[in-house]
Structures are given as C-alpha cells and as structure tokens.
C-alpha cells in the first residue's frame, strides 16, 4: 500500500481500509496466541500501514478545515 494510492481515496473509503487492517491485525494477534505461527513480518507491515492510512485521514482532515 503506497501513500499516493491512500491519497486519491476519500474519507470513507479510507474508513473501511483502517477497519480492515484493524480486523487483520487482530486475526494476527488471535494466531498468535493459539500458537499457529504467522510470519513475523506481518505484524509489522500491517502497524505500518494502518499507520500510513491514519496519517493520510488526519493530513485530509487539516487541509479540509484550512480550506
């Protein structure tokens, strides 16, 4: 996921990816716990980014009120 590909989205689309990777991420932890092995670089990549989608939701926000 790249940050320009985040930026043509709207508001709620960017909504629903955050709800996914939020759903992703748990299903990760759940594997985790039950002992199942999920690679370990998945963690990573999924914070990272609901990371990007935040900060792409918080950018639209502050140059929406500026405007």
């Known amino acids: 996921m790249d940050a320009k590909e985040l930026r043509t989205k709207t508001p709620a689309e960017?909504?629903?990816e955050l709800f996914k990777?939020?759903?992703?991420q748990f299903a990760l932890r759940l594997q985790r716990a039950s002992g199942q092995a999920p690679k370990p670089d998945q963690f990573g990549?999924?914070?990272r980014n609901i990371a990007r989608v935040k900060t792409v939701l918080?950018?639209?926000r502050t140059?929406?009120?500026k405007a």
């Open 58 to 60: 918080r950018q639209a």
């Open 45 to 47: 990549k999924v914070r």
């Open 21 to 24: 990777l939020r759903k992703e």
């Open 14 to 16: 960017l909504n629903d």
């Open 63 to 65: 140059s929406g009120e």
